[in-house]
C-alpha cells in the first residue's frame, strides 16, 4: 500500500499532467484531409456540382479534453452537413480505438458550400465511398486527438465582429409567390436595388467566442471559435474549397506563431447559429468583393484579427470540470397535402429534366421526397460543459436569434452553440419567422421540421445545460 502510494507519487511529479491539488487536466488536436475526389459531387446549390479542380484541401478537425475523469471530443468537417448516420458511424469507431463515450463526441459541418457532398441536397447526391471515408478520417481525427492527448491548460472569452454578419431575410411591402404556389412576406437575398424590400427581419449575433488549449511546454495545441455566419463562398463552380473556415484557422496558426511545431496546431471555426445570416449587405453600404475568393480572405483576416486581440487577453485555467449531456427529441414533419403533391407531379411532368432547372420543378422534386417521410423524427440534442462554459449542439441551421435566446437564458453565463451538429434537419426557423415565408421556410429535404421545432428544441438545450451546472 504504502509502496503504491509512494509510486502514485513518483508517476504524479513527472508526468506533469497534474495541477498543484492533484488533479489531472489534458488535450490533443489533430486533423484529416477529408478532401474528395475530382469528378465527385461537391453541395450546397440546387443543381448538382461536379468537382474539377481543388482550391484548398479540406479537413475533419478534432480537439479532445481530459479532466482525469471525462473525455470530450470536438470534431468540425469542412463539410456542408453531415448526417446523423455519419456522425453515429465515425463515434462508434473513435469510441471503439479510444474508448471515449460515443455522447461525449461533438461532430459538426462547418458548412463550408464547396466542400464534398456528405448528404443528399437538392440535386446533389454523395458518392458512397466518400461517405465510408468522411466517416473513418472524422473517427481518425479524433483518435490521432486522444493520442496527442498531453499536460494542458484552458482558457476562452469572447470578442465581437458585427460588420461580417448581415440578415439575409428582408420584409416585403408586397407579398410574392415562392416556388411551392404560396405567398411570402419576406425575401432571402432579395437584392440592393429591390424597391419592393423594407428591412431586415432579425437580429444577427456578433459574437467570436475562442476556446484556446496550451501546452504545458508553451505551445499551443489548438483553438476553437465560433461564430454565425453562414459562410463566404465566391468559389469558382466545381472548386473545392474549405471557404474562410480554413483560412481563419491559418490565420490564427500565424498570428500565435504556432507553426511548424512537433505536434500540429489545429486551429477550427465553428459555424454558430447562421441559418438567417450571410455576408451580404443588401442595404449596400458593405459592397462584396467579386474577384473568386478574396471576400473570404478579408472575412477570415477581420475574425482573426478579433480572434488574436481576444487570445492574448485570455486567462489559463489548469484544470476545468468537463460534462455532456445529450437527449433525443421527437418532432413533426411538415409533410405536402396531397393537393400539394399533384402540383408537384404536374410540374415534373411538364419539365424538360432530367436536371431541374427552375425553383419551381427543384421544390416539385423534394415535395415527391418530402411525401415519403416519416411523420416524426428524432432530433438529437447535445450540451457541453467546459468549466464554466456551455456549448450547445443542433443538427440544424439555426436562426441567430435562436442562439441569442440561448445564450441569454443559458444556465451558464459563457454559452454558444454549434449548429450542423450529429446530423442534419434542416433549416431552424423560428415560428415567427415561419409565419412570414421565405427561403429558409419552403418544404424540402433541407427544410422540413414542424413550425414549432425551434421552442422544443430550445427548451430541450436549456434543460441539458442547466443539467451540467
Ligand atoms: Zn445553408
Known amino acids: 500500500m504504502r509502496y503504491t502510494l509512494l509510486l502514485t507519487f513518483i508517476i504524479f511529479m513527472q508526468t506533469g499532467g497534474y495541477t498543484q491539488d492533484g488533479k489531472v487536466f489534458e488535450a490533443g488536436a489533430a486533423s484529416s484531409n477529408i478532401t474528395p475526389k475530382i469528378g465527385t459531387s ?31 471530443a470536438i470534431a468540425v468537417s469542412d463539410l456542408c452537413v453531415i448526417k446523423r448516420e455519419t456522425a453515429q458511424n465515425a463515434k462508434q469507431r473513435a469510441h471503439e480505438i479510444t474508448g471515449i463515450p460515443m455522447e461525449n463526441m461533438m461532430l459538426s459541418a462547418t458548412h463550408t458550400h464547396s466542400g464534398g457532398t456528405s448528404c443528399p441536397v437538392f440535386q446533389s447526391d454523395p458518392d458512397p465511398a466518400y461517405l465510408t471515408f468522411i466517416e473513418e478520417r472524422i473517427a481518425d481525427a479524433i483518435i490521432r486527438a486522444h ?3 498531453q499536460p494542458a491548460r484552458i482558457g476562452w472569452d469572447s470578442g465581437s465582429e458585427p460588420d461580417q454578419v448581415f440578415c439575409r431575410r428582408w420584409n416585403l411591402k408586397e407579398p410574392v409567390t415562392n416556388p411551392l404556389g404560396t405567398k411570402d412576406m419576406v425575401a432571402m437575398n432579395p437584392g440592393v436595388d429591390n424597391p419592393n424590400k423594407i428591412d431586415p427581419t432579425a437580429p444577427v449575433d456578433p459574437e467570436l467566442p475562442v476556446v484556446v488549449i496550451q501546452a504545458l511546454t508553451g505551445e499551443y495545441i489548438g483553438l476553437l471559435a465560433n461564430y454565425s455566419l453562414h459562410y463566404v463562398g465566391g468559389v469558382p463552380k466545381g472548386d473545392v474549397s474549405a471557404d474562410y473556415f480554413s483560412l481563419f484557422a491559418n490565420n490564427m496558426e500565424t498570428l500565435m506563431g504556432a507553426q511548424n511545431q512537433s505536434v500540429p496546431f489545429v486551429g477550427i471555426m465553428s459555424n454558430g ?92 422534386r423534394e415535395t415527391m421526397f418530402m411525401k415519403d417521410y416519416p411523420s416524426e423524427a428524432p432530433v438529437l440534442l447535445q450540451a457541453f460543459r467546459i468549466g464554466d462554459l456551455a456549448i450547445g449542439a443542433i443538427p440544424c441551421e439555426p436562426f441567430a436569434a435562436i442562439g441569442l435566446e440561448l445564450k441569454e437564458k443559458s444556465a451558464f453565463e459563457d454559452m454558444f452553440t454549434i449548429s450542423l451538429a450529429n446530423g442534419f434537419h434542416g433549416y431552424l426557423p423560428t415560428p415567427e419567422q415561419h409565419a412570414l415565408g421565405g427561403y429558409e421556410t419552403w418544404r424540402a429535404r433541407t427544410s422540413h421540421l414542424e413550425v414549432n421545432a425551434s421552442t422544443e428544441i430550445v427548451a430541450t438545450l436549456l434543460e441539458l445545460i442547466k443539467s451540467l451546472k
Open 42 to 72: 461537391t453541395n450546397g446549390y440546387f443543381q448538382d456540382n461536379p468537382i474539377t479542380h481543388i482550391h484548398d484541401e479540406t479537413y475533419a478537425k478534432a480537439i479532445v479534453l481530459y479532466d482525469g475523469e471525462t473525455k470530450l
Open 147 to 149: 493520442n496527442n492527448l
Open 273 to 364: 447559429t447562421s441559418g438567417d445570416i450571410n455576408n451580404i449587405d443588401f442595404s449596400g453600404h458593405f459592397v462584396q468583393a467579386k474577384t473568386p475568393y478574396v471576400q473570404m480572405e478579408y472575412v477570415a483576416n477581420r475574425l482573426a484579427a478579433e480572434a488574436f486581440r481576444v487570445v492574448r487577453e485570455i486567462e489559463y485555467q489548469d484544470w476545468v470540470k468537463l460534462g455532456s449531456a445529450q437527449k433525443d427529441i421527437t418532432l413533426g414533419i411538415r409533410k405536402p397535402t396531397s393537393a400539394e403533391v399533384e402540383r408537384a407531379k404536374d410540374i415534373i411532368a411538364k419539365a424538360e429534366g432530367p436536371v431541374m432547372i427552375t425553383r419551381e420543378e427543384v421544390y416539385a
